[in-house]
């Protein structure tokens, strides 16, 4: 996972969100740490998305969940939002995998090692280059799956 994906979500959430649904998109309030959350509608077969934001730090966060099989993957947790990030996994009656950080954060301390104290037989990622510690350690072209769904790390 790398900036790359990020740079190529961010512009999906505003660009893409006009095909998945005639509907605009819904934006919901969240009560924790004055976060928002983003949400599409999207076409059946395609991966849950949720854009999370946190304001202390600016921070957005990414949830990604395969609809069929509950299976999801957390991108770029913030420590301060991590029980607004499980109820919310929790509500959606989804299960969390993989908390990935796309880089070390010098913003925000991530909320990877309080998720994996909450949830039993989590996963933390980043990319090996990184010289961070974690459960799963990158490498260009790795995959990370959820459910019928695979991400590719890519670095740039």
């Known amino acids: 996972m790398s900036a790359a994906l990020l740079n190529r979500l961010k512009p999906a959430v505003s660009v893409a969100i006009r095909p998945w649904s005639c509907k605009p998109p819904r934006i919901e309030p969240s009560s924790a740490a004055s976060a928002r959350l983003y949400s599409g509608l999207m076409e059946p077969g395609a991966p849950l998305f949720r854009q999370l934001f946190e304001s202390e730090s600016s921070t957005y966060t990414y949830l990604l969940a395969d609809t069929d099989t509950g299976e999801a993957v957390l991108i770029d ?3 301060e939002t991590v029980d607004r990030d499980l109820q919310l996994i929790t509500e959606l009656g989804l299960t969390l995998k993989v908390a990935l950080n796309t880089h070390c954060h010098a913003d925000h301390i991530t909320g990877s090692g309080l998720l994996k104290k909450k949830v039993f037989g989590l996963k933390s990622a980043i990319s090996r280059h990184s010289g961070a510690a974690a459960d799963l350690l990158l490498s260009e072209g790795d995959r990370i ?11 740039t």
Do not use: A, C
């Open 77 to 79: 947790p913030v420590l």
């Open 145 to 155: 799956r959820f459910g019928k769904h695979v991400h590719t790390h890519t670095l």
